[in-house]
């Protein structure tokens, strides 16, 4: 699966330096924010509905990303209504925060598919490293095999050691001791652990050599290539032409409604304070329009992505599952 460049590549380094280099000249800003949330957001209590909060995603976001964490701010304010709850296990999961309640999780930097860290493996137990494979003490249990490895260099020890590393979601460790072994399961299993990461072409190399489980594989790659896609270019251009339209097309109906109340109500104001010959407030709404304009765009192209991404990695657990007694 080969994926175009938006750019060309000295535009695209261009664009990138900027970025990275214009973030300490928001320093200011960060430090606006750390004043937020000493003096107001500690006073007002617990409102936000994600974790992390809207000011604590905002200062990560600036502080990583520079320009682009601004425009990642204001797409996370527009989606931080009283509606965001509707998409809780579906666009969102839902995490327990200790002393804030249950929150939807939101983080700055997605994450890859999860391995099912803290679920016990049924073995045979015949050695104290199996033990420890089967209570789940995943470190302890590759120390254990690992002695083992240097008086019975076996198949299933590589294995062994290969899914614990997975169940501590070091993948490319787990592929370094499941290379070693040459059957189905292992390439299953490393096929499994590239599509967790979403690099599909890896995941197919192995995939595709298996005879073992071919039905299965057949099925899976067949409901792969026909899932219902939102085009992420598609919902940008639909949001620079109507506000919030791109993100209604990705599914998020509310966030789309609210992305266009915010910016068409900060344009409006806008324009009323030009009405009446007062240019600071008028260009400081019209300001705070366009970076609600501009995250609305980045909004509806993540929306997008983030609508494909949600479907695959759904395939791609019940695809797991399905084998989760071979591991």
Known sequence: MVVAPLFKKPMYILISGFIILSTP?????LKGIEMYQGFISSRQGDLCNFTPSCSEFAYKA????GLLGIIMTFDRLERCNFKCWSYANNYYDVVYVKGRGYKLYDPVNKQQILPPVGVKRSVRVSSFADYLYEKGEWESSILEYERELRKYDTEKIYMRIGSAYWMMGERE???????????????????????EERNVDSAFCYLQSINRFREEVNGFLYNLNNISRKNPVAAGLLSSILPGSGRIYSGCIWDGIFSFLFISGSLSISYLYNREKRPVPSYTFLSLGFLLYIGDIYGSIKSATNYNEKYYDDLVIVFRDNFDEFF
Request: charged content about 30%.
């Open 25 to 29: 000249i928001f320093a200011p800003l």
């Open 62 to 65: 600036i502080d990583e990303k």
């Open 173 to 195: 460790r787990a592929r370094y001791y499941l290379n070693r072994v040459d059957n189905d399961t292992s390439r299953l299993f490393v096929g499994i652990t590239w599509l």
